[in-house]
């Protein structure tokens, strides 16, 4: 298991990389791992989510008047 | 729109807004007017191609789109990055043993900042505050809507470099947010 052990700030460099690329099946394991027994990090998670739904508002909303 | 005059008074009215993006896109006012100059004569050469779409700043922001794509390939190599975007947020943001330093903030219902105008507001402010190349970059990925292999050969940058760049703005999108929205700001009424 210690393989697959993540800091907080592993676990938020791949969240992020999620946005643009597939991680790997162990890295997509490792999260889910941290993400069930850390605090803090879930609320990242929410926060990236909130962010990717920002940026589709923002461009419905940049296209209409 | 049924007359070319109306068409001409229309997209002068739409302009400021169509240079807005194209600035945020392109983080040079001279390409920005250029992109905005050619959307604008594109959409007066052929108005038949909006007769029956619902909006005309739909269409023109589709327009413009396409443009800012061909800025950013003819002005690819002089994209440089400033000092300003090899800054790491991760420092202030995780101790040494990579814990975070302060836990992140739950942003609650995303509905209901996502509703707001303002919230829209805030986010392009944050947006513009991004280093010149970080913005451009979240812009193509985000607003564009480019994937990355597209906007690594559009540039000639590795995955790897453009996987940095993404993550360093997104870290600070998050914080200017968090700062200038989610921190103290005033929310108005659900």
């Known amino acids: ?65 | 729109m049924s007359t070319a005059p109306d068409l001409a008074q229309a997209l002068q009215a739409l302009r400021p807004q169509l240079l807005k993006y194209a600035r945020l896109q392109l983080r040079n006012p001279a390409w920005a007017e250029d992109a905005v100059s050619d959307t604008l004569l594109a959409a007066l050469e052929k108005p038949q191609a909006f007769a029956g779409q619902s909006q005309l700043k739909t269409w023109l922001v589709g327009i413009l789109k396409h443009k800012l794509v061909d800025q950013i390939r003819r002005h690819c190599r002089e994209l440089a990055s400033t000092p300003e975007d090899g800054i790491d947020l991760d420092e202030e943001l995780f101790q040494a043993d990579g814990h975070w330093r302060e836990s992140p903030q739950d942003w609650g219902d995303p509905e209901a900042a996502l509703r707001q105008l303002e919230f829209m507001r805030v986010l392009e402010a944050c947006v513009e505050q991004l280093p010149g190349q970080q913005g451009r970059l979240f812009m193509m990925r985000e607003w564009l809507e480019l994937e990355t292999e597209e906007i690594c050969k559009v540039l000639a940058i590795s995955p790897t470099n453009l996987w940095v760049m993404l993550h360093r703005a997104r870290l600070r999108l998050r914080d200017c947010l968090q700062l200038n929205w989610f921190a103290g700001a005033p929310k108005p009424a659900r």
């Open chain 1, 1 to 65: 298991m210690m393989l697959l052990r993540r800091t907080c700030k592993e676990v938020t460099h791949l969240v992020l990389q999620a946005e643009d690329q597939a991680l790997p099946w162990r890295e997509r394991l490792a999260v889910r791992l941290h993400l069930m027994a850390c605090q803090a990090c879930p609320r990242f998670v929410a926060q990236v989510r909130l962010m990717r739904k920002a940026s589709q508002r923002w461009r419905d909303y940049s296209e209409s008047d």
